[in-house]
């Protein structure tokens, strides 16, 4: 095998003849790797080359997770075993400028070193392998992350290549339900990485499975009885994750609820959000949100599928946002800020008539005056000219207060004088459903965003099982008012 591009990089580095221009040629391509291999790392530079004590890198991430980088040269591994018992430092990164001979009690030596202070030595050919990988795999991608930051033992060339296999087997492995792959899982990750590291892969490692409606007890790995997908797992595939796969936002969202997804801190990826809730409009249950306008709102979004829709995480609330609105979204009514209802008038009945053109309506109240009239069909949907007919009879000044709809998975209300959407108690609505039944009525949607919002928020069951699981029976959520 020939060498890698970042090898080849270092090497014409090294025989630079420049003493300065070589180091400063040599730091800029492990740099360079460094942050391909986990583009969430910063990287800092020290001014130190090949010290004994001194890091040549510092990496860091958002959740004050930091490791030294150490450059050295492999020709002699005793030597490499001896300067990892000596650095002063857990977790080390020892980076191999030149391939390692073939030296079994070297690489042995090595190994329990890096054992005793839970440091990697690695090698370009090997992170370029990882680096190679993670362009068609989301998993390879987390554990590229994982690795950055806590990866241990010896990792150098092809070896790179079998434990990402590896990982990508068994997690299939996890999905299909099968004991034997994921017990390997467990086991390479136990391996391979420190213990915040694998705990945080096994975590994620039985979301996949019990996403799968694998038996949380028949998990073949140390079992977290915590939650389905805790706010530590869930904040480290949002801030470290980089793939538009939604398969794999399915696979590790299947449990979600609103609380889980408002703990996630503003650092995390905005379109990480955005995907894991799209991948699971399926299961995601919401009561109530509350509409804000906002002449400066959205106006397209940057991903073209999403058009001019995203969903996102501020100030502890979910949050869609479109054009000139956003909507604040919980799980109870009480939670949501909305305007005033004080004085505040509803819509014209021909306004209203003209947005539900697509609604099903179940109840409208209307107010004239002093009068408040309710107009409601026992048997079906309400007549839209009927309530054209019964404003004539009202007069002009006629409007609606709300409206109460049925959705795909409930009945909703729309309150035109809050600006709020609400499931009505006991309906257990799906996010998706208690936002595109009523939102159009509320908001004035030109035709192109209301079918904007419809492919938005179109969703597919893809496990009917789902709907069975703990957290989502109908008793499960609060039912405020």
Known sequence: MGPSHYSSLITEGLYDPSPKESAFRVKNAVSLELKNLDPTAKIHRTD??????????????????DRHVYLRFTYDLGSVA?????????????????????????LDSIAVA????DAMFTDADALENLIDRKKTSATVNMLNNAL??????????EQANDLARTIENEFSGAEQIEIAPTSNAVLAIRANLDTPQAWRMNRVLQAVWEGSSGALEAFPGERDLSGKLNSD???YLVSYMETEDLGFWRRVGRTLRISQIETL???????????????????????????????????????????????????????????????????????????????????????????????????????????????RNE?????????????????????????????????????????????????????ADLVLSSLPLLQDFSEEDKASLRDFLTYTVHDEAQRSL????????????
């Open 379 to 431: 048997d079906g949907a309400l007549d839209k000219n009927r309530l054209l007919g019964l404003s004539s009879q009202l007069g002009p000044g006629a409007e609606i207060l709300e409206a109460t709809v049925q959705s795909g998975t409930g009945r909703v209300t729309a309150d035109f004088r809050t600006y709020t959407g609400t499931g009505q108690t006991r309906s257990n609505v799906l996010l």
């Open 470 to 481: 703990p957290g989502f029976e109908d008793d499960s959520y609060p039912n405020d008012e």
């Open 265 to 375: 801190k503003k650092d995390g990826e905005a379109r990480n959000v955005d995907r894991l809730i799209s991948a699971n409009l399926d299961v995601i249950r919401a009561r109530a949100y509350a509409v804000f306008q906002d002449p400066l709102g959205v106006e397209k979004s940057t991903t073209a599928d999403h058009q001019n829709f995203r969903w996102s995480v501020r100030n502890e609330q979910l949050r869609l946002s479109g054009p000139r609105f956003y909507a604040t979204i919980g799980e109870t009514k009480s939670e949501l800020r909305h305007e005033s209802a004080e004085g505040r008038p509803g819509i014209t009945v021909p306004t209203f008539v003209e947005r539900s053109s697509e609604t099903k309506l179940n109840e409208v109240t209307i107010r004239s005056d002093r009068d408040v009239v309710i107009a």
């Open 114 to 117: 890096a054992s005793a202070h």
């Open 48 to 65: 130190y080359f090949n010290h004994t004590f001194a890091p040549d890198f510092v990496m860091s991430w958002p959740d004050q997770i």
């Open 233 to 235: 797992a869930l904040q």
């Open 148 to 157: 950055a930051q806590g990866g241990k033992g010896i990792l150098l060339g």
């Open 82 to 106: 001896d300067d990892v018992s000596l650095i002063d430092r857990r977790n080390a990164l020892i980076f191999g400028l030149t391939r390692p001979e073939d030296d079994r009690a070297g």
